[in-house]
């Protein structure tokens, strides 16, 4: 019986975050920190890391040259670990990624083959 209790809570408490997220799904609020908020960590996270970092020294070119392959990977892939291979460009999971604000329908790719030939 207690584990059918400690199952049941368990469970209750891992649905109760969907349940009340499915409501707030709508609001703009949640819109816009779903869209700001990555960005935003990714700026506490950088802070933090780099905080203590004195910049003077000889030991701050590892972190800085780690820094200096992130930035560069990012801005050199835009995005391609976001959408998939087969996705047009643009096609992800946030309305209007990489479309400057204009959302793009993800279409499956054609299947190979004489009747994809037009």
């Known amino acids: 019986m207690a584990v059918?209790?400690?199952?049941?809570?368990?469970?209750?408490?891992?649905?109760?975050?969907?349940?009340?997220?499915a409501s707030l799904r709508a609001s703009r609020t949640v819109q816009y920190l779903g869209a700001r908020m990555p960005a935003g960590v990714m700026v506490i996270l950088f802070v933090y890391?780099?905080?203590?970092?004195?910049?003077?020294?000889?030991?701050a070119a590892a972190p800085l040259a780690a820094l200096a392959v992130t930035v560069g990977l990012h801005l050199w892939c835009r995005g391609l670990t976001r959408?998939?291979?087969?996705?047009?460009?643009?096609?992800?999971?946030?309305?209007?990624?990489?479309?400057?604000g204009v959302p793009?329908?993800?279409?499956?790719?054609?299947?190979?083959?004489?009747s994809s030939r037009a």
């Not at 059918?4 to 997220?21: G, H």
């Not at 959408?83 to 400057?100: E, N």
């Not at 793009?104 to 004489?114: E, F, H, S």
Request: hydrophobic share 35%; proline share 14%.
């Open 4 to 21: 059918a209790v400690s199952d049941a809570v368990t469970w209750a408490l891992r649905a109760l975050p969907f349940t009340v997220l």
């Open 49 to 59: 890391c780099l905080r203590d970092l004195p910049l003077t020294q000889s030991r």
């Open 83 to 100: 959408c998939s291979h087969a996705r047009p460009r643009g096609c992800g999971s946030t309305p209007g990624h990489r479309t400057g």
């Open 104 to 114: 793009v329908p993800c279409r499956p790719p054609r299947a190979a083959g004489p």
